[in-house]
T-cell receptor, first 111, second 117 residues
Framework: GENVEQHPSTLSVQEGDSAVIKCTYS??????FPWYKQELGKRPQLIID?????GEKKDQRIAVTLNKTAKHFSLHITETQPEDSAVYFC??????????FGSGTQLTVLP | GAVVSQHPSRVICKSGTSVKIECRSL??????MFWYRQFPKQSLMLMAT?????????EQGVEKDKFLINHASLTLSTLTVTSAHPEDSSFYIC?????????????FGPGTRLLVL
């Protein structure tokens, strides 16, 4: 089955700096790669996703890149703010539609 | 976006009892729903795929006789934790996909926090 690895497990940045989280996946058939933000005790919230037919997608301060050849994808957050502090999960899915999650990254934005 | 609800949001039960958790898609139909479990400070792990009108598909290591799944309608899936034990204490979250093909997106319920005493 699919295996998703995520790094780093913790990330601290100064407010205004950029944050980058990286994930790799194992199943070349995976074609959907969402990123979720989860605050303590709450449901994961989709913040951005990318599908295998594109290499990059941007939504305001958030961007995701996908390298299908290398089987890795990354989340980029620019101009970080304290409210960006949360746990971020990457995930991958294919035709079976079920999501395989990475291990999560605790992002702390220091004011 | 689409809305998925879960009930209850929190439940405390005694060891050996059964607990039912409901997952509903409120504004769309879902022939498939997914059940995940999340232990503290860990990632979400898929437990099973709930299929409307047919048996659920369980992930390796998940006991189908302990975690009963029923997908009785296009908007409701239930997960029953039978004979619950303290090690079953966890955050249970369902999700439902909507859209098709490259337009498909999964929406998560708010989760149910189960504490077994």
């Amino acid at each position: 089955g699919e295996n998703v690895e995520q790094h780093p497990s913790t990330l601290s940045v100064q407010e205004g700096d950029s944050a980058v989280i990286k994930c790799t996946y194992s199943d070349s058939a995976s074609n959907y790669f969402p990123w979720y933000k989860q605050e303590l005790g709450k449901r994961p919230q989709l913040i951005i996703d990318i599908r295998s037919n594109v290499g990059e997608k941007k939504d305001q301060r958030i961007a995701v890149t996908l390298n299908k050849t290398a089987k890795h994808f990354s989340l980029h957050i620019t101009e970080t703010q304290p409210e960006d502090s949360a746990v971020y999960f990457c995930a991958a899915s294919g035709s079976a539609r079920q999501l395989t999650f990475g291990s999560g990254t605790q992002l702390t934005v220091l004011p | 976006g689409a809305v998925v609800s879960q009930h209850p949001s929190r439940v405390i039960c005694k060891s050996g009892t059964s607990v039912k958790i409901e997952c509903r898609s409120l504004d769309f139909q879902a022939t498939t729903m997914f059940w995940y479990r999340q232990f503290p400070k860990q990632s979400l792990m898929l437990m099973a795929t709930s299929n409307e009108g047919s048996k659920a598909t369980y992930e390796q290591g998940v006991e189908k006789d302990k975690f009963l799944i029923n997908h009785a309608s296009l908007t409701l899936s239930t997960l029953t934790v039978t004979s619950a034990h303290p090690e079953d204490s966890s955050f249970y979250i369902c999700s439902a996909p909507t859209g098709t093909g490259f337009q498909e997106t999964q929406y998560f319920g708010p989760g149910t926090r189960l504490l077994v005493l």
